[in-house]
């Protein structure tokens, strides 16, 4: 399985900036899926659970699967594109035809519904988006902006897009409203219909078109629902199928009323914003925060029991599960109350159990710790970290330091922060952050020994070249913001997001667009670097080779970096397993990370953006890594042509070999924190289980955790293996199906992984045992 290849999604997507035919995404999931086949008939929970999102379960008669809404929406666009329709209508009527008109189902197998579109990677508005994309861009971008980025991506000197994929609306608000009171809502603020019932300003007509769709589409769930109740022997079916028909029947009318009733406008909500309106939903919220009111009332009100809410929650989570977005799907635990105490609770303790016993890489936990949270939360959460499960450990500390610096966020705004994505963090009423592109730290030093090659540059001393290097990486990094300026400029008119804007308020005020331009604190722009610790690595190497040891000039290094170290393998090994590294507490390599990051942050932090908000730096790289990577020529830290760098602020693979204690203080002694990297600050630690064995490998892990947050890191995860585990996973994938490991932000399985993916994991579990 390939899930979402990224390197697939940009091509796409550069091509149709360019307006080039393109095809967005590769394999599907199903395509691959070797130990899980199609099944022609399933009969059983499991079974369906597992299979739902990676074949159409759908009841045929009920209407389209995929290629019919393909065809469908093609009409759509061609009909309002020869008609002069405004774009946000004619977006809005795609959304409305494949609620309509989509094929779904409602088994008495499981408590969610099913839709035909169950393909992440093959979504028919994905296709509308992107082509739209590039007649936007054609039309409206300068061409030199055009080439610019286009160049850009083609060389890897940086990664760029048009990103739709971070949102999340202000749950606090939305759930209390409801469905219906969401169009309430937005008929308070669109005014008077006219005559044909509809608006006609363009924004408010997108918006109407979409909130009456999505009633429709739980009004054909409820009919469908009825059909099957009428079935007999369903067994436990029957129960599930009257309580579903219940709660969607709440939901039609008004608020969710119960636990079961939160979990399904999430649901709603979620599928409706990713696979029918193309804008993605990056949190399913703090679960424990928001189930724990409806919960105790159900339980009070006799509602429910233990057991069913445990049921419901299983297959809630196998939705994403089933969906197995490669990047994982988040969903936030944890915390801290109004009155100081923690959020942490006997519904986060179900949750957790469940989430433990369904073992999925996805949905993955994000969740909020600060010294108030109870041992028993971290004591679980660090021991199903050790046994593979999907969690990333987010301080409330030090992302408020930066929330407050760079958002003027109030102690409450930090207390409700809303964490998303990989790990990203932000102010409830702000979550509509874009990922405009990432920064390939590599390419100005490869340029530099390019140029030094040929004859074309000098510089006689190390603090010259180092001095040469930061203007570049400067350079680069400013050019990037100055392209996404302008890429932003469009998004509204590339992908009108009336889903989200429905769900926002301030945009509906001030009729802007609820992704785009639309929330009151939010619309923010987030580029990423890529290959920092690589950097450091390399650029320390040539300050050994050139200008202390003199053991070549730089004209002879840049040749050799242009052969990919050929005839030099004993000097290349000798530079790659050298201890002068990022991630060591290398003093000298510490002070260089930090300086590369202060260069990267300072083009970027508090910077004003083309949306009404700001620019700020990231220290993920999500799979850029391997992506830029293969475009990045041999460096002389000792990696060859073509592979991985560094991720996210990590050490090069293998590269750190004095511990985890070295690691952490890495990052302390770079001086660098999640003020300067206000998109996120992670820290990736891997362990060998032996170290993390027991009550005293909870405790270090623990400790790990509290040292990097109390020195202003925002986020650690841990990735737990010996290289003999994994060796043995590579040689016999059959005995592995369910080993997952840490790439980024999220978790994936072994098997999925490349060779030379597993390859590196190898290697850097070799050294930690060194």
């Not at 008609?83 to 409602?106: H, L, N, Y």
């Not at 007649?135 to 980025?149: C, S």
């Not at 009070?300 to 990047?327: I, M, P």
Request: hydrophobic share 40%; aromatic share 10%.
């Amino acid at each position: 399985m390939t899930g979402v290849s990224r390197r697939g999604f940009l091509a796409g997507a550069a091509s149709a900036a360019f307006g080039a035919p393109v095809r967005l995404f590769g394999r599907s999931y199903a395509d691959t899926t070797w130990w899980d086949p199609f099944v022609p008939e399933i009969k059983d929970v499991a079974t369906y659970l597992r299979r739902k999102f990676r074949q159409d379960v759908t009841d045929r008669a009920t209407g389209l699967d995929i290629q019919g809404v393909r065809d469908l929406l093609a009409g759509i666009v061609s009909a309002g594109a020869k008609s002069g329709e405004p774009w946000r209508v004619t977006k809005a009527k795609c959304f409305a035809a494949q609620a309509t008109k989509m094929a779904i189902d409602v088994s008495p197998l499981d408590w969610f519904p099913a839709i035909s579109l169950w393909n992440r990677n093959e979504r028919p508005i994905s296709r509308v988006i992107w082509n739209r994309a590039g007649e936007v861009n054609k039309r409206v971008l300068p061409a030199v902006v055009n080439d610019a980025w286009r160049a850009g991506n083609a060389v890897g000197e940086w990664a760029m897009w048009q990103d739709f994929d971070h949102s999340v609306p202000d749950w606090r608000v939305v759930l209390p409203l409801g469905f219906p009171g969401m169009k309430a809502r937005f008929e308070r603020h669109a005014g008077a219909k006219n005559d044909a019932g509809g608006y006609d300003d363009p924004f408010c007509e997108g918006v109407r078109i979409s909130a009456e769709a999505v009633l429709a589409l739980v009004d054909r769930f409820i009919a469908q629902a009825e059909k099957n109740a009428g079935r007999k022997g369903q067994g436990r079916g029957r129960e599930r199928l009257a309580k579903e028909i219940a709660s969607l029947k709440r939901l039609r009318n008004g608020p969710p009323k119960t636990a079961y009733d939160m979990l399904m406008f999430v649901w709603i909500y979620f599928f409706c914003s990713e696979h029918l309106d193309g804008i993605q939903c990056r949190s399913l919220t703090e679960l424990d925060v928001f189930l724990t009111p409806y919960y105790e009332a159900d339980r009070a009100a006799g509602r429910t029991t233990e057991a069913e809410f445990r049921e419901q929650l299983k297959h809630f989570l196998w939705q994403w599960g089933s969906v197995s977005n490669y990047w994982n799907q988040p969903v936030g635990l944890g915390g801290t109350n109004p009155d100081g105490s923690s959020a942490f609770n006997a519904v986060t303790k179900i949750i957790l159990e469940v989430a433990d016993e369904c073992a999925l890489a996805t949905p993955k936990f994000l969740v909020k710790v600060a010294p108030n949270t109870p041992d028993w939360a971290m004591d679980k959460m660090m021991d199903m970290a050790r046994r593979h499960r999907s969690i990333a450990f987010i301080g409330e500390e030090p992302t408020a330091k930066a929330l407050k610096k760079w958002a003027g966020a109030s102690d409450a705004d930090c207390r409700t922060m809303v964490v998303r994505g990989c790990y990203e963090f932000g102010l409830r009423d702000g979550c509509n952050a874009s990922g405009a592109g990432h920064v390939n730290f590599l390419k100005p030093l490869e340029r530099m020994l390019a140029e030094a090659a040929a004859g074309e540059r000098a510089w006689g001393d190390w603090p010259s070249f180092k001095t040469e290097y930061l203007r570049r990486l400067a350079d680069v990094t400013a050019r990037c913001r100055k392209i996404a300026e302008w890429t932003e400029k469009v998004l509204p008119d590339v992908n009108p997001a009336n889903l989200m804007t429905l769900a926002t308020e301030h945009a509906l005020k001030t009729r802007k667009d609820g992704y785009a331009n639309g929330c009151p604190r939010g619309n923010n722009t987030t580029i990423l670097q890529v290959g920092v610790g690589t950097a450091v690595d390399a650029l320390l190497a040539v300050k050994e080779l050139v200008y202390e040891k003199k053991e070549m000039t730089l004209v002879d290094l840049g040749k050799l970096m242009a052969a990919n170290w050929a005839g030099q393998e004993k000097l290349r090994l000798r530079m790659l397993r050298s201890k002068r590294k990022w991630g060591n507490n290398d003093a000298e390599a510490n002070a260089l990370g930090g300086e590369l990051i202060r260069c990267f942050a300072q083009q970027l932090n508090g910077l004003p953006n083309a949306r009404g908000g700001k620019f700020f730096a990231s220290g993920h790289c999500a799979r850029q890594y391997v992506e830029l990577g293969a475009k990045t020529s041999a460096t002389p830290d000792g990696r060859l042509k073509g592979e991985e760098m560094s991720k996210n602020l990590s050490p090069t693979m293998g590269a750190d070999t004095e511990g985890a204690t070295a690691l952490v203080m890495t990052y302390a002694g770079s001086g660098t924190s999640a003020l300067d990297l206000p998109g996120d600050y992670p820290l990736d630690v891997m362990l060998h289980p032996s170290a993390c064995e027991g009550e005293r490998g909870l405790e270090a892990m623990k400790a790990l955790v509290r040292i990097f947050h109390r020195n202003g890191g925002s986020v650690v995860q841990f990735t737990v293996f010996s290289a003999e585990e994994l060796k043995d996973a590579q040689a016999h994938p059959e005995k592995y199906e369910n080993l997952q490991v840490r790439v980024c932000g999220w978790n994936v399985r072994w098997n999925d992984l490349s060779k030379a993916e597993q390859d590196a994991f190898i290697r850097r579990a070799e050294c930690i045992m060194r």
